[in-house]
């Protein structure tokens, strides 16, 4: 096993080899301990072909963990990590981090504080105004602040991954930079919870495990400002009843505002007059030993609005 990871051999990466080794003898011990059968293991091998194929893997990364009694991914895993990792070093506070999934798409043409971001019609979905102000753990509102925003459509389809092809690239997705007052506002409809591809590996995995492969309705967002460290985060639009059964297990007690009906979004320019609002205010945390240590690179899809 040494030798299939190049272990000590002198050149290639030793972080590298380190966790190649690692994970090869977690396979043969437990190849081992259950006899997992050569058909077994072709199978697995087979799968992750069609995983790769599918361009799943990340989607994968989200519903895939111990979801056998733990109730736990492995995306959310890594965020479970990086809680306690600030709170080692006693950074408490701020709006709670929750997973990115991988459906986010670099290049929302950038608003000053309020922007519309329902291109596309979709007589489903009702108005909804997404609202809140950006602040540090002081409360004093961030100006200059990027926050953005991805969801779903009343079909539980994201833009630039819509298999039907009904959204243009940035539909349901938007950028705004907060002034002064730390304020930002999206004008938007109302999502419904994502479910996986159906005939996907994720879901053909998920099927194996007895699982579902749905969330409820969400809303995501990325929050930058120079001086504090980016968050990653979203909330659950309130009352969905898989909140608490969500198979990416995204969801925290602080990340259901509450909706409340609105009238006047003809005077927004909304579809409609009567409209749902949620307040979503985003506090941020500063940078630890001057940097930060929350930033994952991963490959992001982009496009140009
Ligand atoms: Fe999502």
């Known amino acids: 096993m040494k030798a299939a990871a190049n272990l000590n051999g002198g050149s290639g990466d030793a972080r590298f080899q380190q966790i190649v080794h690692r994970l090869l003898g977690d396979l043969f011990k437990a190849i081992d301990d259950l006899d997992i059968t050569p058909d077994e293991v072709r199978a697995g091998v087979n799968y992750l072909n069609k995983l790769g194929q599918d361009g799943e893997a990340a989607l994968l990364a989200a519903g895939l963990g111990l979801g056998l009694g733990l109730g736990l991914g492995l995306e959310k895993y890594l965020d479970i990590r990086m809680d306690a990792a600030d709170k080692a070093v006693g950074l408490e506070g701020g709006t709670p981090r929750t997973i990115e999934g ?168 909304l579809k409609a007059d009567a409209y749902k609002d949620i307040e979503f205010n985003l506090t941020l945390t500063p940078l630890v030993q001057g940097k930060d240590n929350q930033i994952v690179h991963r490959p992001r899809a982009s496009a140009t609005a």
């Open 102 to 269: 991988p459906l986010y798409v670099a290049g929302a043409p950038l608003r000053e504080s309020v922007s519309r971001i329902d291109l596309n019609a979709d007589a489903d979905a009702g108005p909804l105004v997404i609202h809140g102000t950006v602040t540090g753990l002081d409360g004093k509102p961030l100006a200059g602040a990027v926050v953005e925003c991805w969801h779903a459509n009343s079909k539980g389809f994201y833009s630039h991954f819509d298999p039907t092809g009904a959204q243009d690239d940035f539909n349901l997705r938007g950028a705004v930079r907060t002034g002064a007052d730390g304020k930002y506002e999206f004008r938007t409809l109302m999502p419904v919870g994502y479910g996986c591809p159906p005939q996907g590996s994720t879901q053909r995995l998920l099927d194996g495990l007895g699982r579902h492969g749905n969330r409820p309705a969400h809303v995501h967002f990325f929050v930058t400002s120079g001086d504090h460290r980016k968050l990653t985060t979203q909330f659950n639009i309130e009352g969905d009843p898989l909140i608490w059964d969500d198979f990416a297990y995204a969801t925290r007690e602080e990340l259901i505002p509450s909706v409340t009906e609105k009238t006047g979004g003809a005077a927004l320019g």
